[in-house]
Structures are given as C-alpha cells and as structure tokens.
C-alpha cells in the first residue's frame, strides 16, 4: 500500500498551505492517519493525527493552535490546514496509517504507523 502525499510547495512565513494524503490504489481502511515531519538533519517530528472513525484529533503542542488535521471519509483522505506558516515549519511532511497493528507504541510515535507516503516538501522562507 503507498500512500500519496500532495499540496506541499514554497511559501511565505505568515502564509497557509493544505497538504493532502491519499492511498494511490484502492482504498483502504485505517484506524487512524497521521501527518510526521522531518527537517534536514531532525529526526522525524509528529504533527497531528486523526482517528478515522471517532475522528479523534491529537497535535503536537507546538503546532495545534495553527494546524488542523481533518478527514474526508468518502474520499479516503486526510488533510493537514497550516497556517501562520514559519520557516522552522520547513520540513517534508509525510502522512502515515495506522492499522492498529503496533498499538503498544504511542500515537505520536511513527513507528505506530504501518504504511508511509513519499513525503511531500514545504519550504517557508522569511
């Protein structure tokens, strides 16, 4: 299973994106999704997840007051609103699902998650 990442690009400090996950082949059930991000030289950081039935959302504490992680369940998708973008928020973000397969590691955990996308660059200049 591959999981599709998009939405990522160049923006301002102060700017907004909306960074999209999506499963490339059929669709697939999970019991939750998450958004991780790593910078260069960082190890990989969490950002939020969602849990696909509840709708349960979880954030880092340093990004929940300008990121929201929503849901789209008829379309299988996953998405992360950024705004009030800073240049500590460049990163490739990538997007993870959980199949609550490794449940004895935490949410914020990326080793919770089964299945990864490619990543998707978002570069915010100052």
């Known amino acids: 299973v591959q999981l599709q990442a998009s939405g990522g690009g160049l923006v301002q400090a102060g700017g907004s994106l909306r960074l999209a996950c999506a499963p490339s082949g059929r669709p697939f059930g999970s019991y939750a999704w998450g958004w991780f991000r790593q910078a260069p030289g960082k190890e990989r950081e969490f950002v939020a997840s969602i849990t696909w039935r509840a709708g349960i959302r979880t954030y880092a504490d340093s990004m929940k007051s300008r990121f929201t992680i929503s849901r789209d369940n008829a379309k299988n998708t996953v998405y992360l609103q950024m705004n009030g973008l800073k240049p500590e928020d460049t990163a490739i973000y990538y997007c993870?699902?959980?199949?609550?397969?490794?449940?004895?590691?935490?949410?914020?955990?990326?080793?919770?998650?089964?299945?990864w996308g490619q990543g998707t660059l978002v570069t915010v200049s100052s």
């Open positions: 993870g699902a959980d199949q609550g397969t490794k449940t004895h590691y935490d949410s914020k955990d990326y080793r919770r998650y089964e299945y």
